[in-house]
T-cell receptor, first 116, second 110 residues
Framework: QVQLQQWGAGLLKPSETLSLTCAVY????????WSWLRQPPGGGLEWIGE???????SFNPSLKSRVIISVDTSMSQFSLKLSSVTAADTAMYYC??????????WGRGTLATVSS | EFVLTQSPGTLSLSLGERATLSCRAS???????LAWYQQNPGQAPRLLIY???SRATGIPDRFSGSGSGTDFTLTISRLEPEDFAVYFC???????????FGQGTKLEIK
């Protein structure tokens, strides 16, 4: 059973860059696509983007200009950078793994709060 | 813009009752890529149903999914205490790749 452990800074000021990393355990890193999603307080889920072990990536068009997703296959890790954050980016951020376009594995989430 | 609309927003039912949750797509979708998730407070979502009607590993058979085209349904046959949660439907579109979620249905105990 794949397990995901994520970490990163939880409190940011406007205009800073959100940086999160997710490590994958107990699974073949090359068998899945790896995603970042977010959920504002009391809100719904929003897909941010995905990457595979080769570095092939896709992004939500609404966030694409501010997002970088990278992969480190040697460490079975992938990372998210979201630049120029505002209060609207305050959310729980989840790393996740998907197979056949279904999100099967989820990290526990990291709450990122943007406040001056 | 592709949208998934879930109804009702909140569903109030009693233990043992049957729950029917709806997910409507703004255009016809490939049913292979329609999934349902359950989310309890303070937890990450959990995959329940994929490919419209296939249960994920460990999901009880009181959960079932159905539908095609633009209309999809998650049914819980007999509600247990642990079923009261928020449910999201999700679709994957490939051109370009995009995961879209419905806004969620909160299932609360009556």
């Amino acid at each position: 059973q794949v397990q995901l452990q994520q970490w990163g800074a939880g409190l940011l000021k406007p205009s800073e860059t959100l940086s999160l990393t997710c490590a994958v355990y107990r699974g073949s890193f090359s068998d899945y696509y790896w995603s970042w999603l977010r959920q504002p307080p009391g809100g719904g889920l929003e897909w941010i983007g995905e990457i595979n072990h080769r570095g092939s990536s896709s992004f939500n068009p609404s966030l694409k200009s501010r997002v970088i997703i990278s992969v480190d296959t040697s460490m079975s890790q992938f990372s998210l950078k979201l630049s120029s954050v505002t209060a609207a980016d305050t959310a729980m951020y989840y790393c996740a793994g998907q197979v056949d376009a279904t999100v099967r594995y989820w990290g526990r989430g990291t709450l990122a709060t943007v406040s001056s | 813009e592709f949208v998934l609309t879930q109804s009702p927003g909140t569903l109030s039912l009693s233990l043992g009752e049957r729950a029917t949750l709806s997910c409507r797509a703004s255009q016809s979708v490939d049913s292979r890529y329609l999934a349902w998730y359950q989310q309890n407070p303070g937890q990450a979502p959990r995959l329940l149903i994929y490919g419209t009607s296939s249960r994920a590993t460990g999901i009880p058979d009181r959960f079932s999914g159905s539908g095609s085209g633009t209309d999809f349904t998650l049914t819980i046959s007999r509600l247990e205490p642990e079923d009261f949660a928020v449910y999201f439907c999700q679709h994957y579109g490939s051109s370009p790749p995009m995961y879209t979620f419905g806004q969620g249905t909160k299932l609360e105990i009556k």
